[in-house]
C-alpha cells in the first residue's frame, strides 16, 4: 500500500494482477526452505550455502524451544488466532522463534542487502506478546545471510499497546481507501520495468 496504492489494490484486493516471481524471491524461497530443513534436522544445508553455516549455527545453538515458520494470526481485539481463520486481522510468519521462560528471541532469515525495518520487528514482537502470554520481552532481529551479521531490536511487555497503536494510522489509512475506492498511482522508478502492472490501469506503467 505504502509503495503503489494502485498496484496494492490490484494485486492484492481486486487479485486481477499477478505478482511474477522474481529470480530475488525465488532465490528467498529457497533458502528459508533450506534452513527451515536444517533448523529441524531434516537436511543439512547445501553446498552452495555453506558460507551461510557459522551464523546459522549460532542460531541453532541458542537454548530453547524453537518453532521454524511459525504461521500467526491475530483478531481485530488483539486476540491470538489461526491464520486462517475467520476472524483472523492480521497475519504474518515467523522464520524462526526460540522461546524460553519468560523470554523469546524471533529471528527473520534475510537474503539481500542489510536495510533497517523496525515496523517488521514490532509486528513481529506483538505477535510473540500476543500468542505467548508468559513472555516478557522480545528479542527480535534479522539474519543478514550474506553478511554474517545479525541485527537486533529489544521489546517489553509494557510496549505491546505502543506497538499495537504505531500501526493503526496505517490501518485507518487502508480501510479510509477501501471505503471510498480511493487507490491513486503513486508513480516511482519501479513503473516502468519491475511493476506487473499494465498500462489498461495505470497509465505510468511501462508494460502493455
Not at 18 to 29: I, K, P, S
Not at 95 to 124: E, R, S
Not at 128 to 155: C, K, M, S
Amino acid at each position: 500500500m505504502e509503495t503503489c496504492p494502485r498496484r496494492h489494490k490490484l494485486t492484492k484486493i481486486d487479485k486481477v494482477v499477478v505478482e511474477a516471481q522474481t529470480d530475488a524471491t525465488r532465490h528467498g524461497n529457497e533458502v528459508h526452505k533450506a534452513l527451515e530443513k536444517d533448523v529441524k534436522g531434516e537436511q543439512p544445508l547445501p553446498e552452495k550455502y555453506k558460507s551461510y553455516v557459522p551464523i546459522v549455527e549460532r542460531v541453532k545453538q541458542t537454548p530453547g524451544k524453537k518453532l521454524v515458520e511459525y504461521k500467526f494470526g491475530i483478531t481485530e481485539a488483539f486476540k491470538p488466532t489461526g491464520f486462517f481463520s475467520p476472524d483472523v486481522w492480521c497475519r504474518g510468519v515467523i522464520d524462526l522463534a526460540v522461546l524460553k521462560v519468560d523470554t523469546a528471541i524471533v529471528l527473520d532469515w534475510k537474503t539481500g542487502k542489510p536495510k533497517p525495518d523496525n515496523d517488521q520487528l514490532k509486528l513481529f514482537a506483538a505477535a510473540a506478546f500476543t500468542h505467548f502470554p508468559y513472555i516478557n520481552t522480545v528479542y527480535t532481529g534479522f539474519v543478514w545471510l550474506q553478511h554474517g551479521r545479525l541485527d537486533t531490536e529489544v521489546y517489553s511487555r509494557d510496549t505491546l499497546p505502543l506497538l499495537w497503536q504505531s500501526f493503526l494510522p496505517r490501518v485507518q489509512r487502508l480501510r479510509s481507501a477501501e471505503r471510498n475506492d480511493d487507490f491513486p498511482p503513486r508513480p516511482s522508478g519501479l513503473c516502468k520495468a519491475h511493476c506487473p502492472v499494465t498500462r489498461n490501469y495505470c497509465e505510468f506503467s511501462g508494460r502493455t
